[in-house]
């Protein structure tokens, strides 16, 4: 009750706090002004001022506005790529084609928003995807404060309903799921993220992992319950684990009681995966692969290649050193210009008038299967992201491929070409 109660306090101070629920408020009042100012121009020059006030109040700002934004878009959509889609690629079958059993390589994709409609999932088998990643929020207030929001029995039975009828369409097609838990901090100001989380106190630690553990705990069991084939225990929490390794290790062996299936940790890419202590414990080596590959706008191929090539040394060496397999538990970027620089940057306020490029993202995913894909120590693939809101155009600066060539170039590299 009380860490409900914290939860709750925590999401409160966070809106209250934020610029963004100031400037909606203004909003109301703004029009108000504009209202008043309006009925005054009548009030002192009747119709003709009314007139005069709305068309230099209302009209002209309302088209300046919209003129702009035409102009705006026009530049935004203003690339020229020459890409001829190629449907010989794709798995027309009703099931996937089960390539993992050829390479045994994992080719999947974060699926967000998905329900009873199986639109998403017919559209990933025919590209060739064979994994979709499932990632439940779990809400901390502060990063420096233990206040995760608990699951309770109830809470439990309505996520082992809503996944178990996900999981019965993905049977259909042959689809297998990896459960991927995220923290998602309520209160991220001074930059803080998940990684940067850290207790005070000693006493604060020992709370925190007693409630990351109920909940980790909890999405095992459900995971072991619907035959789930993968399970990643955490995802980019770098501070914990330098800080607290044992309380880690103790909650894999607790994971393993419940779960039986593959086991992995989605560790950032900077350099928590090269110093995750207990990698030995699980099956996969997890990589949040936002890896820089340029240092500039508009790059080519072969910049882009030269880039993953001296990841993948430094990659392969932490994979030699503890002879796990890699996985990519998440790889993705942006439809934007410069996208290869920060890849991990979500979209902000520049967006809105930044170029959209399904070039450079195209680039990116032509340079990672160029060099990455075929290594032996590599093991897959979860790409960020696909939203199951409907059909996209593609035209966005989003994470997601869906309509955009990136989608088809994937689907060419996921298919095996048989001999």
Request: glycine share 4%; hydrophobic share 35%.
């Amino acid at each position: 009750m009380e860490t409900t109660a914290v939860f709750f306090q925590d999401v409160v101070v966070t809106i209250l706090t934020s610029p963004l629920f100031y400037i909606i408020a203004t909003i109301p009042y703004l029009i108000f002004l504009l209202i008043k100012s309006i009925f005054s121009d009548y009030k002192r020059n009747k119709i003709k001022g009314f007139l005069k006030g709305s068309l230099f109040k209302i009209v002209i700002p309302v088209a300046a506005f919209f003129i702009g934004n035409l102009v705006l878009q026009s530049y935004r959509l203003s690339e020229v790529l020459d890409y001829t889609w190629d449907t010989t690629v794709e798995n027309n079958s009703t099931r996937v084609n089960n390539n993992y059993s050829i390479d045994k390589k994992q080719r999947g994709i974060h699926v967000f928003n998905l329900s009873g409609n199986t639109e998403d999932l017919e559209q990933l088998k025919t590209n060739n995807f064979e994994w979709i990643t499932l990632t439940p929020f779990i809400n901390q207030g502060r990063y420096n404060k233990p206040s995760l929001r608990l699951i309770s029995d109830d809470s439990y039975t309505n996520l082992l309903k809503h996944y178990k009828a996900i999981k019965e369409e993905c049977d259909k097609y042959g689809i297998k799921i990896m459960l991927k838990p995220h923290i998602w901090l309520q209160k991220t100001g001074n930059g803080k993220w998940r990684s940067d989380i850290k207790m005070e106190t000693e006493q604060e630690w020992n709370t925190w992992f007693e409630n990351y553990n109920q909940i980790i705990l909890k999405y095992a069991k459900l995971a072991e319950d619907l035959q789930l084939e993968q399970f990643c225990i955490g995802t980019e929490l770098e501070t914990t684990v330098y800080e607290k390794p044992n309380k880690w290790k103790t909650l894999i062996k607790k994971v393993k009681a419940t779960y039986k299936g593959k086991l992995t940790y989605a560790a950032n890419w900077d350099n928590e995966y090269k110093e995750v202590p207990f990698w030995d414990e699980l099956d996969y080596i997890g990589i949040q692969a936002y890896f820089p590959i340029s240092a500039k706008n508009d790059p080519t191929l072969l910049e882009l290649e030269n880039h993953w090539r001296k990841h993948a040394e430094a990659i392969a060496l932490v994979s030699s050193k503890f002879n796990k397999p890699i996985l990519f538990t998440e790889l993705g970027y942006k439809s934007i210009r410069g996208t290869s620089k920060k890849p991990w940057e979500w979209n902000g306020i520049n967006t809105l008038y930044s170029k959209i490029s399904k070039g450079e993202q195209l680039l990116c995913y032509q340079a990672f299967f160029n060099t990455i894909w075929k290594e032996p120590w590599f093991h897959g693939i979860h790409i960020w992201e696909w939203q199951s809101r409907g059909a996209s155009s593609g035209n966005n600066t989003n994470f997601t491929i869906e309509g955009k060539p990136s989608l088809n170039l994937i689907a060419k590299y996921f298919k095996v070409h048989k001999q």
